[in-house]
């Protein structure tokens, strides 16, 4: 089954409760939380205390993307706070830091996930497939909301699916960026099962449909 993840870095952080809500009500299978520093990607947007008040109030699993530099640091902390997956990038640390902060993430319980950049090439990722509970490709240069979809990941999708089906039959694949109904059509032929929408999913009048096509197109 394709999973749809909103993006709450579209979502109205004056209303966030009731936006969170709103999304979870219309068929939302995680809730997709953009954890940026200003270092590893050029924006600052939140940190644990939030994700920890989201946490009491979300009903759906918080999918938690850590966009900052050496993650290994915070582990524990977000964990604690109440990510259910948490995703690092391949490019913000060394191996050897990013195989012990997947490690770490499942022991605190999370399942744990690695993504890579629109520049990042496909092994970069599937090298840590034995750690890995999910692998999010990115779609367009990490670091802001509303940009557009790149088209030309299409085919490290699909190499990262025929390698997950190869050997790690359990990971979930998930794209994120500049989805919409048009380009979750291609992201599922490519082999994602989860997306991220974010402004689409947002702006859309009826978000139970716009969720229920996602899924169907």
Known sequence: MIKIAPSILSADFVNLERDISRVAQAGADYIHVDVMDGLFVPNITIGIPVVAAIKRISAKPLDVH???????????QFCQAGADI???HTESDTMENTVSALKQIRACGARAAV???????????????????????????????????????????????????RDAPGCELEVDGGVNLSTAKACIAAGANVLVAGSALFKAENLAAFIAAARTV
Do not use: H, N, W
Not at 67 to 76: A, L, V
Not at 140 to 148: D, H, I, N
Not at 156 to 164: D, L, N, S, T
């Open 66 to 76: 850590l966009m900052i530099d050496r993650p290994i640091r915070y582990i524990s």
């Open 86 to 88: 948490l995703t690092i």
């Open 115 to 165: 993504s890579v950049k629109p520049g990042t090439p496909a092994e970069e990722a599937i090298r840590y497939l034995p750690y890995c509970d999910m692998v999010l490709v990115m779609t367009v240069e990490p670091g802001f909301g509303g940009q557009s979809f790149m088209a030309d990941m299409m085919p490290k999708v699909a190499a990262i699916r025929a390698a997950i089906d």
